[in-house]
């Protein structure tokens, strides 16, 4: 039962992540790349835009990125680890 419940996780995790993938990397990336680079250093009041982009913009989708990585390799680790009978 573990197993079925470990291949249905990582399943409906793999769907999130290419879907996802498919969803960022779509028509609007220049958009926000101009977006990031015009107003990223105003609205942030971070000197450098890397950490403007990652410390402010994105720092929602790192948390679910971390979130769905732990829930992945628990899924993966269920269905490694099996019965022991």
């Known amino acids: 039962m573990k197993g079925i419940i ?3 996780i990582v399943l409906i995790l793999g ?12 028509n609007s990336v220049g958009i926000t790349a101009e977006m990031y ?15 403007s982009i990652l410390a402010d913009y994105r720092v929602y989708d790192t948390l679910g990125e971390t979130i769905i990585l ?3 390799i628990l899924g993966v680790s269920m269905v490694l680890k099996g019965d022991k009978k």
């Open 70 to 72: 732990f829930i992945a």
């Open 6 to 8: 470990g291949i249905i």
């Open 37 to 51: 680079i015009e107003k990223g250093v105003s609205e942030t009041g971070a000197v450098n835009l890397v950490t």
């Open 15 to 26: 769907v999130l992540i290419f879907s996802s993938l498919r969803l960022e990397y779509g």
